[in-house]
């Protein structure tokens, strides 16, 4: 039998609280479903209707933050579809799933005041106005839907015994909630590979220069692909023929409620050949991309002159800041220059 091959995760510690058990029930799912690699889970996410990248997937089973709930039932939704599960099997599946995030988000919700303070404490003591605030949480964790940002730690406070009871109650409920769904709703793996330990740290990457860019319609003779979705944002790399020169540029649509932040890196292939754009989009933006905005780079950062006889195409990457790595890249149509070194034609059009 051919075993796939890809990246192998790094391994989850489930004494980490709720939120790394709720990954590793994620994997097990995956696992159980017959193992399909999370670009095949992109692929089907989007074939029923809840496209997400495969990025999206992977980082709401790394355990670091809880990935929104619309996140999570397309995480459900593509899974069954790999293992062919009937419509019946898979709407059980989604209420249960619904209810686990439900339960987990309860979970980590900060704690209610006490209603009665204890005996040895005044009560203006315990609601008193003029303690210290905590500090904010870092707000660097990856945003996985525009509807839902993901749920970071409350301000650290000690734990009682009673709430630590509770916490390892809830660990305990899902990791036995994961185990029934798997043996009840997923078919048994053709194989089962262990995570290995996690690779080591890539090197911190130095501050990316942040736009804040105009929308601007291209315009003129252009191709784009198909677009790609991060977190939500669909994305896609574009390419105009001007009468001497080629602009190559990348497009970020936002249709959701909420801004979406990414990174996003140009360039183009020549002959077969990857050249490098000049300037902050050849080495790596920040992008800030507002609800109902569509952002295109500025149409003079990348371009080319017409060569005979050379094809040419836009390449594009557009990923979370979180990540280290540029990860998957979409190119455009290739338009070919013609040996007057004046007409153009699409990859459509020969």
């Not at 939120?19 to 029930?25: D, G, K, R, S, T």
Request: proline share 9%; hydrophobic share 35%; with cysteine.
């Amino acid at each position: 039998m051919v075993s796939k091959q890809g990246r192998q995760e790094g391994s989850i510690n489930p004494e980490d609280g709720p939120v790394a058990v709720f990954a590793i029930e994620l994997r097990r799912l995956r696992e159980r479903c017959g193992r399909p690699t999370y670009r095949e889970l992109a692929t089907l996410s989007a074939k029923v209707g809840t496209p997400y990248s495969d990025t999206t997937f992977s980082t709401a089973a790394r355990g670091h933050a809880v990935p929104s709930r619309a996140v999570v039932m397309a995480y459900v939704r593509a899974c069954l579809a790999y293992a062919k599960k009937d419509e019946q099997t898979n709407a059980q599946a989604l209420e249960e799933w619904d209810e686990r995030w439900t339960a987990l988000q309860n979970q980590l919700a900060p704690e209610r005041p006490e209603t009665e303070p204890p005996a040895d404490r005044p009560v203006s003591a315990s609601r008193s106005t003029d303690q210290p605030q905590p500090e904010e949480v870092d707000s660097d964790q990856t945003v996985e839907h525009p509807e839902h940002r993901p749920v970071a730690a409350g301000p650290r406070r000690r734990m009682g015994n009673r709430a630590k009871r509770a916490l390892m109650f809830v660990a305990g409920a899902l990791v036995t909630a994961g185990l029934a769904f798997s043996a009840r709703y997923a078919s048994a793996p053709g194989s089962a590979a262990a995570d290995r330990p996690p690779p080591a740290a890539a090197p911190s990457r130095a501050a990316l220069p942040e736009k804040a860019l105009p929308t601007a319609d291209v315009g003129g003779n252009i191709r784009c692909a198909r677009p790609r979705y991060i977190n939500g944002l669909a994305w896609r790399p574009c390419m105009r023929v001007d009468h001497t020169k080629l602009v190559f540029v990348v497009q970020m649509s936002n249709e959701g409620p909420e801004p979406v932040t990414v990174r996003a890196k140009l360039a183009y292939i020549q002959a077969g050949k990857e050249a490098g754009c000049p300037g902050d989009w050849g080495a790596g933006v920040q992008v800030e991309v507002a609800p109902g905005e569509t952002v295109t780079s500025p149409q003079t950062e990348c371009t080319a002159d017409k060569l005979p006889a050379t094809p040419f195409q836009t390449k594009a990457w557009v990923t979370a800041p979180s990540e280290d790595s540029w990860g998957y890249r979409e190119m455009s149509q290739t338009v070919h220059i013609q040996a007057d070194g004046t007409t153009a034609i699409w990859a459509d059009e020969a």
